[in-house]
């Protein structure tokens, strides 16, 4: 009698710790069963949702259910089911679909790169940075021989592997630009005067085995060089973006 007695208490604290959790261990045929929802045909149903590339509407499930299917009564009790669930049954313009739930969406967003191809001149414009910096603008186009386009640079320090570093003591204190700790990371160099030199761009067939005379590879370094100033941040519009800006 003790043992019954037990074994009745165990199953009231079972129960209303299901109660305080929220839990409801309700499979489709037990819920089928307390409605007048045929059981089989919840389940046959439940499948072709699932199974569905798009939304259905009532008349598509009516058609592969079998005759006198309570349509409308099944995808109710289907609501009802997955309301708690991971996925949900929603309805959207009179079509039903099976659906993440709205508060896991988080889990199945996925961060990705953009790919982002750059123009010729930008490429050449990285070029001359990396290798001739500290560089103001006006020696990037004396560089290159020809002049800078708008933007070109603006678009290297979004992406972040160009930015500001100083400014040259000349007249109209231009600024310096040269490559960030990301450029290095991005083509796998230690430091700046990790750069390939001209025996490697020659090994690489970047360079023709005699270049012209005069041709030199210069050294770029992180230094300050002996005309440059370091850059604040909040000084006075430099110079030569504000040209930029205006032409």
């Not at 889990?107 to 940075?129: D, H, M, N």
């Not at 186009?141 to 290297?156: M, N, P």
């Not at 960030?180 to 970047?206: I, Q």
């Amino acid at each position: 009698m003790s043992r019954v007695v037990r074994l009745a208490e165990v199953s009231e604290q079972q129960e209303e710790q299901q109660e305080q959790e929220g839990v409801e261990a309700v499979t489709v045929e037990e819920t089928a069963a307390l409605s007048a929802v045929n059981p089989e045909h919840l389940r046959m149903a439940e499948a072709l949702l699932f199974a569905a590339a798009e939304p259905l509407d009532e008349k598509a499930l009516a058609t592969s259910l079998p005759s006198g299917a309570d349509v409308s009564g099944i995808l109710k009790e289907l609501q009802i089911i997955y309301e708690k669930r991971g996925v949900t049954l929603v309805c959207v313009a009179k079509k039903w679909q099976f659906r993440t739930a709205p508060d896991l969406a988080f889990l199945l967003r996925k961060e990705q790169p953009e790919q982002r191809r750059l123009s010729r001149a930008a490429i050449e414009t990285l070029a001359i940075i990396a290798y001739h910096q500290p560089v103001t603008r006006a020696e990037i186009e004396d560089i290159r021989g020809v002049a800078l386009s708008k933007g070109t640079i603006d678009v290297l320090m979004e992406i972040g592997w160009v930015k500001i570093r100083g400014r040259k003591r000349t007249p109209g204190r231009p600024v310096t630009y040269g490559t960030t700790d990301a450029f290095l990371s991005h083509f796998g160099l230690e430091s700046v005067s990790h750069l390939p030199g001209m025996d490697e761009l020659k090994a690489a067939g970047f360079l023709e085995a005699l270049p012209p005379s005069g041709f030199d590879v210069p050294n770029p370094t992180d230094e300050l060089g002996p005309d440059e100033d370091p850059y604040v941040e909040g000084e006075e519009e430099p110079a030569d973006l504000l040209t930029e800006r205006l032409e």
